[in-house]
């Protein structure tokens, strides 16, 4: 069993940044991939980034390619996302993801409680 706790969310002027966490706790696995997605009102939840727990290799929506970044610290167990130069579209309800890889890509059977991201025009 995993388990994810978001933290750092909250009102942002657009332009600003934001850095949100995800405390993981519980047995993962090298072969995890790690993972932001966000749900905005009125709207499917959505892929924002992704960060393979082994080799360090991340992926991100063309949304926010550029303006965002995932990384993590193993040894802390944490997952980061730095958002910079944000948009009122980024308005959204952020959750961490957590889950093995596989063939057909990475399946997450994990997620946090999400966190409230809201920017200003």
């Known amino acids: 069993q995993v388990q994810l706790v978001e933290s750092g969310g909250g009102l942002v002027q657009a332009g600003g940044s934001l850095r949100l966490s995800c405390a993981v706790s519980?047995?993962?696995?090298?072969?995890?991939?790690m993972a932001w997605f966000r749900q905005a009102p009125g709207k499917e939840r959505e892929f924002t980034a992704r960060l393979n727990w082994n080799d360090g290799r991340t992926y991100y929506a063309d949304s926010v390619k550029g303006r965002f970044t995932i990384s993590g610290d193993n040894a802390k167990n944490m997952v980061y996302l730095q958002m910079n130069s944000l948009e009122p579209e980024d308005t959204a309800v952020y959750y961490c993801?957590?889950?093995?890889?596989?063939?057909?890509?990475?399946?997450?059977?994990?997620w946090g409680q999400g966190t409230q991201v809201t920017v200003s025009s």
């Open positions: 993801a957590a889950g093995l890889r596989t063939f057909r890509g990475p399946q997450y059977d994990y």
């Open positions: 519980g047995r993962t696995s090298n072969n995890y991939a």
